[in-house]
C-alpha cells in the first residue's frame, strides 16, 4: 500500500526550514528517503529502521515514529540545491520491496 | 567502484510495438535488482525485482516481462506496447535486500 507524503509542494527561500512528513497504514520495517531532481534518477538519502531511530547528515534529518508509522524528513536552512522532489519508500518487510510514496517538490528560491 | 548502466536514453515507440530495455551493473556481484516506472508527475512503482539469476517477481500484472540472463543483467521486454505504458523507466540495484537502492539514469518512453 502507497504511503502518503505531506505536503504535496513546499516553496522555500534560501536559508528556512521545511519538513516533509511520510505516513503508512500498516506497521513498517524500514523508510527510504530519496531526492530526485527533474529528469533525473532520484538519489539515496538515508534509510531508518523501525526503533524509531533519527538519522541525518549536514542539515537534512530525519526521524522514523514505528507507533505512528510515520517518518519525517527535516531539511534545516535549505539551500538552492534542496530543490526536487522527495519521495519516501517504505518496506513492510526485509525483502527489499519499496512502495513509493506520491512524492513532494520542494522549491528553494533565493 | 560500483556503477549502473541503463540504456537507451530515451525511446519512441508505435503502439504494437516490441520493447526491450537494458541493465547492466558493474563492480559487484549478485546484486538484487529492481525495474521501476515513474508516470509524469507521479511517484515511482515498482514493476520487477530480482534476486537472482532467472530470479523474478512480479508485482504489476500487465504486458511487460523481465529477465535475467546473467548475474549483473536486468532486461524489460514487452511483446507489444500499449499507450499506457508511456512513462520513465528506471532501473535499480542493491546489495542486499533492504538496503539502498542506486539508481540508473532512466529511459523516457513514449509509445504513440
Known amino acids: 500500500q502507497q504511503p502518503v507524503q505531506s505536503p504535496q509542494a513546499v516553496i522555500l527561500r534560501e536559508g528556512e526550514d521545511a519538513v516533509i512528513n511520510c505516513s503508512s497504514s500498516?506497521?513498517?520495517?524500514?523508510v527510504h528517503w530519496y531526492r530526485q531532481k527533474h529528469g533525473e534518477a532520484p538519489v539515496f538519502l538515508m534509510i531508518?529502521?523501525?526503533?524509531?531511530e533519527q538519522k541525518g547528515h549536514e542539515k537534512i534529518s530525519a526521524s522514523f515514529n514505528e507507533k505512528k508509522q510515520q517518518s519525517s524528513l527535516y531539511l534545516t536552512a535549505s539551500q538552492l540545491s534542496y530543490s526536487g522532489t522527495y519521495f519516501c519508500?517504505?518496506?513492510?518487510?526485509?525483502?527489499?520491496?519499496?512502495?513509493f510514496g506520491q512524492g513532494t517538490i520542494l522549491t528553494v528560491h533565493p | 567502484s560500483q556503477t549502473i548502466h541503463q540504456w537507451p536514453a530515451t525511446l519512441v515507440q508505435p503502439v504494437g510495438s516490441p520493447l526491450s530495455l537494458e541493465c547492466t551493473v558493474e563492480?559487484?556481484?549478485?546484486?538484487?535488482l529492481y525495474w521501476y516506472r515513474q508516470a509524469a508527475g507521479r511517484g515511482l512503482q515498482l514493476l520487477f525485482y530480482?534476486?537472482?539469476?532467472?530470479?523474478i517477481s512480479s508485482e504489476v500484472p500487465q504486458n511487460l516481462s523481465a529477465s535475467r540472463p546473467q548475474d549483473r543483467q536486468f532486461i524489460l521486454s514487452s511483446k507489444k506496447l500499449l499507450l499506457s505504458d508511456s512513462g520513465f523507466y528506471l532501473c535499480?540495484?542493491?546489495?542486499?535486500?533492504?538496503?539502498?537502492?542506486?539508481f540508473g539514469s532512466g529511459t523516457q518512453l513514449s509509445v504513440l
Open positions: 563492480g559487484t556481484s549478485n546484486p538484487n
Open positions: 500498516k506497521a513498517l520495517y524500514s
Open positions: 519508500g517504505t518496506e513492510r518487510t526485509s525483502y527489499g520491496k519499496l512502495t
Open positions: 531508518l529502521l523501525k526503533g524509531g
Open positions: 535499480a540495484w542493491s546489495a542486499l535486500p533492504g538496503e539502498k537502492l542506486f
Open positions: 530480482s534476486v537472482g539469476i532467472g530470479q
